[in-house]
Nanobody, 123 residues
Framework: QVQLVESGGGLVQAGGSLRLSCAASVRIFSSYTMGWFRQAPGKEREYVATINRRGTSTYYIDSVKGRFTISRDNAKNTVYLQMNSLKSEDTAVYYC????????????????WGQGTQVTVSS
């Protein structure tokens, strides 16, 4: 069983930055592909970013490329999402996700979810 706990969400003005963290309680964190998803009110949960097990490859949806950076620290069992140049359309609940496979590009790939953290960007 893997437990994921997100932190770092909050209210920020457009153009500002936030850094989300996700701490995993798991024996071998480096065996999981990690990712972030988000869900805005009235919308489906949306894939945002993925990082592979060693942290050497990252993937993003087009709308966040150049603004968001996913990273991980396997020694601390933690994955991060640095969000810069935030826009009002980034407002959503952000979820940390873990997958036992090497693929993590959609909700069906996820084995474990965090509880979510709210990010609100005011214009």
């Amino acid at each position: 069983q893997v437990q994921l706990v997100e932190s770092g969400g909050g209210l920020v003005q457009a153009g500002g930055s936030l850094r989300l963290s996700c701490a995993a309680s798991v024996r071998i964190f480096s065996s999981y592909t990690m990712g972030w998803f988000r869900q805005a009110p009235g919308k489906e949960r949306e894939y945002v970013a993925t990082i592979n097990r060693r942290g050497t490859s990252t993937y993003y949806i087009d709308s966040v490329k150049g603004r968001f950076t996913i990273s991980r620290d396997n020694a601390k069992n933690t994955v991060y999402l640095q969000m810069n140049s935030l826009k009002s359309e980034d407002t959503a609940v952000y979820y940390c996700a873990a997958a036992g496979s090497s693929l993590l590009f959609g909700p069906r790939d996820v084995d474990y979810w965090g509880q979510g953290t709210q990010v609100t960007v005011s214009s």
